[in-house]
């Protein structure tokens, strides 16, 4: 195979960025930070056909998407995140099921010294199964221990490693002598571009409910804010007309003003016994069936009672 020039392969890796920037739709920007190559193999043989993964180097991805601004520029708000080490996802699949088998492989591995902890790493109480010689390094991490049995046993759960924090040399040396490989690393969704919009991952994990509880919210707050300033529109309109309403009904109960509605108020005022009658009323039907089956039985037991009293004491 023939190798080509650092030029050539420059303008041939542009055409080719270009190339799926106006065959797709969506991009996917996903961070490989300590991805094996085994992981990548997976993922793109699992994305076949229905997406394209691209890498390269971040000068090169910002040279190209400067050199192409007018045709995309939406592809600006993207500089920001072009660091470390990343990719592109490509693709006109749904994109909360692209992430998802995106950042569904995943690999467990060690606390290597110098890297970023991901999560928090905890120490759970217990024996172990060092001896006491290695007490020197529970000391340096500030963990409280006993020999229990001739073994280190920790007194309390403890947390070694803290999340976005850096591995040191004395937490990665204890987690591997315990054999506890805490960390899980694989593709992670960093950017999302649909369209011409570009916005974080987090915003797949919005549901319907959700979109609906906040403009709920907000048509609330907009007609609390009306209402305080007495300002007409579609939020405030409605409770508007029932204040106007219940102001109208208050003076006809005390008046002898009276309109259709009101009639109804000051017939129940009159006499609240009908009111309560009302309330109280059992559903048709419901109640006078009740009623006979309850009477049924005491009938039935009454007519017994007369037959056997027509019998005397010797027949």
Known sequence: MVKLDKKTWKQNYFTKLVGLLEKYSKVLVVGVDNVQ????????????????????????????????????????ALLPNIVGNIGFCFTDMDLAECRDLLESNKVQAQAKVGVIAPVDVIIPAGITTMGPEKTSFFQALNLSTKITKGNIEIMTDTTVCVKGAKVGISE????????????????????????????????????????????????????????????????????????????ILAIAVVTDYTFLEAEKVKAYLENPDAFAAANNTPAAGGGDDKKEEAKAPVAAEESEEEEDMEFGLFD
């Open 172 to 247: 990665s040396k204890l987690l591997n002598m315990l054999n506890i490989s805490p960390f899980y690393y694989g593709l992670v969704c960093l950017m999302i571009v649909d369209g011409d919009s570009v916005y974080p991952p987090a915003v797949l994990d919005v549901s319907t409910a959700d979109i609906i509880q906040k403009f709920r919210a907000g048509a609330n707050n907009v007609a609390a804010l009306s209402l305080g300033l007495s300002i007409p529109n579609a939020a405030s309109a409605p409770h508007m007309i029932m204040n106007a309403f219940k102001n």
């Open 37 to 76: 190559s085994k992981q990548m193999q997976i993922v793109r043989m699992q994305l076949r056909g229905k997406a394209e993964l691209l890498m390269g180097k971040n000068t090169m991805i910002r040279r190209c998407f400067r050199d192409n601004a007018e045709q995309f520029p939406h592809l600006e």
